[in-house]
């Protein structure tokens, strides 16, 4: 089985979720909407204080909150030392920077910016560094209950991307009667580096794990309630949370998931051999043939960067099979029909692959990484002479790595006793019907953050109405369709209902399921 990090989806990688969060101008220019004064927000975790700030609409908001000790010197690639309170305060008024990466997804955001006539330079990087085990918490500290609390898990290819960019604030989410915490985890070779002499494997999933434990025991502080968590991901960060639904590591703390434009795990399994072989690779390409991961942890984190562009630039980084971490994999667990009976909502956009196809590429070209030219002839038949071949291309693409493998999950969910809903987002913004409803374009509308350059209509607005409402329904109940929503029927191996989020919205059986089964590979 050909792996995702093919030639095929090479570019989706890094800007994966980078086009999706759209973060840009509105949430990087002086964090507007925010407001300090006297009085401010604080919680007392043991004798440890943390005082954070108000949002303008009251939300409470701790930011920058260690859940972990820097994975600094020794620690790189180690697993997470669980923060403890020291009577020190914490001043949690302000982001912590973002883990390290490259600043390749920032200049893509340039070149979006260009194309929609703002001036580049003002799109601003975040600070990056190692030190970057952080959460931030929105909550209203004002509630009469204990909250249900939505844990959100950021997407960038787990090379990229932060759990602050301005479409993942949560203010307006808490409004809705829960508690928001966006996490971080160790990106590209400082979080997925598996290498043959270290005792741990999946060290970002481990970080995610030692957020999760962090949450169960200090989100009541918060206002929140550890027995309802609904952990949330986009992208990578919804392939890391239903990795981390079936490890060890989550030890039953995850109530409820929702998996965004994710998938392919469940059709792929791990290649823990070609991990390893490059993780050699990468310490030869920077130590040379006497080199060693203790050698490599004396390197500075710009010249691992620099070797690791190169090294892996064709890689994608997965979790990989692990006894501790992750003994067996979706693959494994769905032929013995061992998948966990969760709650999950899940779905995919009308267009994940469109921009990523190159301008003028054949399906041989853009596919042969992945593909055999028997299963290309095959799966390009199907379509009518006239359907122009870049649909053609988006809609294979888009069904072979997100939707197809997203509707066998559901499935799979099922018929094990589990409960799911799908959807499909559908909606194109005036002015982007170049990229059509894009990898991620979903999350403006889920979070109700729309950045200002984002060209809305009424339907916009609407739309972010109806999937807030059943986002939070679910959260809260585990229902999407409660709490007055619109009637959401749910997914059933034999009868695969979803909800269209377009121009209109409704419920209706899933038309992309004859095609899934069409292109279904041996």
Not at 86 to 112: H, K, L
Not at 148 to 158: A, E, F, L, S, T
Not at 219 to 227: C, M, T
Request: hydrophobic share 40%; charged share 20%; net charge negative.
């Amino acid at each position: 089985m050909r792996r995702r990090d093919d030639v095929v989806f090479r570019s989706s990688g890094l800007v994966r979720v980078l086009l999706a969060g759209m973060l840009v101008v509105t949430g990087m220019l002086g964090l507007a909407g925010w407001r300090t004064e006297p009085g401010s927000p604080s919680v007392q975790l043991g004798d440890t204080v943390m005082t954070g700030i108000y949002e303008t609409n009251g939300i409470a908001a701790f930011l920058g909150l260690p859940f972990a000790e820097p994975p600094v010197g020794e620690r790189r690639w180690a697993r997470p030392v669980a923060w403890q309170p020291d009577g020190q305060s914490v001043n949690a008024s302000t982001f912590a920077p973002a883990c390290m990466q490259t600043d390749s997804g920032v200049e893509w955001y340039r070149g979006m910016m260009a194309r929609v006539g703002l001036d580049p330079n003002l799109m601003v990087a975040p600070e990056y560094s190692e030190d970057c085990l952080y959460l931030n918490v929105w909550t209203d500290l004002e509630a009469d209950e204990p909250l249900p609390v939505m844990i959100y898990i950021h997407g960038g290819g787990n090379t990229g991307g932060w759990s602050y960019e301005p479409n993942y604030h949560g203010e307006q989410l808490a409004q809705q009667g829960m508690v928001v915490v966006s996490v971080a985890y160790r990106l590209g070779i400082f979080g997925w580096l598996n290498h043959p002499e270290m005792t741990i494997k999946n060290l970002a999933l481990h970080d995610l794990a030692a957020s999760l434990a962090w949450v169960n025991e200090h989100i009541a502080a918060f206002g929140g309630d550890p027995e309802r968590i609904t952990v949330v991901g986009e992208s990578s960060g919804a392939d890391n949370a239903i990795h981390l639904a079936i490890s060890p590591l989550s030890q039953g703390r995850m109530r409820r998931l929702i998996q965004q434009s994710g998938g392919w795990s469940f059709d792929e399994g791990p290649d823990t051999p070609a991990a390893e072989a490059h993780a050699l690779a990468f310490q030869r390409a920077v130590l040379g043939e006497s080199g060693s991961l203790a050698g490599l942890r004396e390197m500075s984190a710009s010249e691992l960067l620099d070797a690791a562009g190169e090294v892996y630039s064709s890689f994608y980084f997965d979790p990989v099979q692990d006894p501790e971490s992750l003994p067996e994999t979706l693959p494994e667990l769905s032929d013995r029909g061992a998948m966990p009976a969760i709650d999950v909502i899940l779905g995919t956009n009308l267009n994940e692959a469109l921009m990523y196809v190159p301008s003028g590429s054949a399906p041989t070209e853009y596919f042969g990484g992945r593909l055999s030219e028997e299963a290309i002839e095959k799966i390009f038949g199907l379509f009518p002479d006239d359907k122009p071949v870049l649909e053609q291309m988006d809609r294979v693409g888009t069904g072979i790595e997100y939707l197809c493998p997203s509707l066998a999950l559901a499935s799979a969910i099922d018929e094990v006793g589990g409960h799911a809903w799908v959807y499909r987002f559908d909606r194109v913004r005036p002015g982007f019907e170049a990229i059509g409803a894009y990898h991620g374009a979903e999350l403006p509308y889920m979070f109700d953050q729309h950045d200002g350059w984002l060209p809305s209509e009424e339907i916009d607005e609407r739309l972010t109405g109806e999937m807030v409402a059943h986002w939070s329904a679910f959260i809260r109940n585990g229902d999407p369709s409660s709490d007055g929503a619109l009637p959401w029927p749910r997914w059933r191996a034999n009868d695969g209902y979803m909800m269209r989020y377009g121009d209109e919205t409704n419920s209706e059986p899933h038309p992309d399921r004859a095609f899934c089964d069409a292109i279904r590979l041996p």
